[in-house]
């Protein structure tokens, strides 16, 4: 049943070596390009980690690029969109601002591209900087969104409406799912990871109950047709996301049931109560221990604040 198996050892792979080695050190790696609507296409990497799956609308008004993974696969990605279009990026919108779907928004600023991202996202940038190999700094002003919202904003591009919708206290507290409401086609972002146990990132102001409800959300948006970009993992639909989300609610119920049991998290890890998703779901950046550690802590954290 496991067909990404192999995916998973992949990206776990480069998930360990942090993604900074040199494109040329690198297996070789592309991205291969899927139309999933009329101009509508999702980049997504071949032969090794490439970054989160990409989203790109190309059409007579210009082209809106949706993440943009990190600096060493910046060539393979320019290959990849000059084998769709000649014309230069108009809008890049930012689903959520981690490094391996924002990672390149310096270069394409600097080209001339206008971001697009939640009000939170540019915050972060701001404040929290990016990553560097001596540690967090500022994010350069190319960098930045020079477009924000803070529930939702709407394009009228290229014959294809789409919504940029925030889903709250999700993945992170900045995220964006982006909603192609004619052609059908959903990119979930982070939110939403094929087959695979999520990350959510708690240091960032995303929340178990947040991710759940940014999933609801995005069934509610989908019928039986609907074509679904995730974040992470092969391209999906309803069936898929609806897989992901009736997981995550029980694994919650599994972990609250321990927590509110008193029971701490070593005890709680050692019982190894998502034994059961582990074939399945586990791969090695979010292993079944650290899914059962950040479902703890998020539980914990949300019983500490009742409390008070």
Same mark, same amino acid.
């Given at each position: 049943?496991?067909?990404?198996?192999?995916?998973?050892?992949?990206?776990?792979?480069?998930?360990?070596l #942090?993604?900074?080695? &040199?494109? *040329?050190?690198?297996?070789?790696?592309?991205?291969?390009?899927?139309?999933?609507?009329?101009?509508?296409?999702?980049?997504?990497?071949?032969?090794?980690?490439?970054g989160?799956?990409?989203?790109?609308?190309?059409?007579?008004?210009?082209?809106?690029?949706?993440?943009?993974?990190?600096?060493?696969?910046?060539?393979?990605?320019?290959?990849?969109i000059?084998?769709?279009?000649?014309?230069?990026?108009?809008?890049?919108?930012?689903?959520?601002?981690?490094?391996?779907?924002?990672?390149?928004?310096?270069?394409?600023? &600097?080209?001339?591209?206008?971001?697009?991202?939640?009000?939170?996202?540019?915050?972060?940038?701001? #404040?929290k900087?990016v990553?560097?190999?001596?540690?967090?700094?500022?994010?350069?002003?190319?960098?930045?969104?020079?477009? #924000?919202?803070?529930?939702?904003?709407?394009?009228?591009?290229?014959?294809?409406?789409?919504?940029?919708?925030?889903?709250?206290?999700?993945?992170?507290?900045?995220?964006?799912?982006?909603?192609?409401?004619?052609?059908?086609?959903?990119?979930?972002?982070?939110?939403?990871?094929?087959?695979?146990?999520?990350?959510?990132?708690?240091?960032?102001?995303?929340?178990?109950?947040?991710?759940?409800?940014?999933?609801?959300?995005?069934?509610?948006?989908?019928d039986?047709?609907? #074509?679904?970009?995730?974040?992470?993992?092969?391209?999906?639909?309803? *069936?898929?996301?609806?897989?992901?989300?009736?997981m995550?609610?029980?694994?919650?119920?599994?972990?609250? *049931?321990?927590?509110?049991?008193?029971?701490?998290?070593?005890?709680?890890?050692?019982?190894?109560?998502?034994?059961?998703?582990?074939?399945?779901?586990?791969?090695?950046?979010?292993?079944?221990?650290?899914?059962?550690?950040?479902?703890?802590?998020?539980?914990?954290?949300?019983?500490?604040?009742?409390?008070?």
């Amino acid at each position: 049943m496991k067909i990404f198996s192999a995916n998973k050892v992949l990206l776990t792979s480069a998930l360990l070596l #942090t993604g900074l080695s &040199q494109a *040329k050190d690198e297996p070789k790696i592309s991205y291969k390009s899927t139309e999933v609507g009329a101009g509508i296409y999702m980049l997504a990497g071949e032969g090794g980690f490439a970054g989160g799956n990409i989203g790109l609308l190309v059409g007579e008004d210009g082209v809106v690029l949706i993440d943009d993974s990190m600096p060493p696969f910046l060539d393979i990605l320019n290959q990849a969109i000059k084998g769709l279009t000649d014309k230069p990026i108009d809008f890049l919108i930012n689903t959520h601002v981690h490094g391996d779907h924002i990672g390149n928004n310096e270069t394409f600023g &600097q080209a001339g591209s206008y971001i697009v991202a939640h009000d939170n996202l540019r915050k972060h940038l701001v #404040t929290k900087g990016v990553k560097t190999q001596d540690g967090m700094a500022p994010a350069p002003k190319a960098a930045l969104p020079v477009l #924000t919202f803070s529930d939702e904003m709407s394009f009228h591009f290229n014959g294809q409406p789409a919504k940029a919708i925030h889903v709250p206290k999700a993945h992170t507290d900045g995220d964006a799912i982006i909603h192609f409401n004619q052609a059908n086609v959903i990119h979930a972002g982070d939110t939403f990871f094929n087959g695979l146990f999520p990350y959510i990132d708690l240091e960032s102001g995303g929340s178990v109950d947040g991710f759940i409800n940014a999933q609801i959300k995005m069934i509610s948006l989908s019928d039986n047709n609907t #074509t679904i970009i995730p974040g992470h993992g092969p391209l999906s639909d309803k *069936k898929g996301l609806q897989a992901a989300v009736d997981m995550l609610i029980d694994a919650k119920a599994i972990i609250s *049931k321990h927590a509110k049991g008193g029971l701490s998290l070593e005890d709680v890890l050692k019982a190894n109560p998502l034994q059961k998703y582990h074939d399945d779901w586990n791969w090695g950046f979010i292993t079944t221990e650290r899914m059962t550690t950040q479902l703890y802590k998020d539980i914990s954290d949300g019983q500490q604040d009742h409390s008070h």
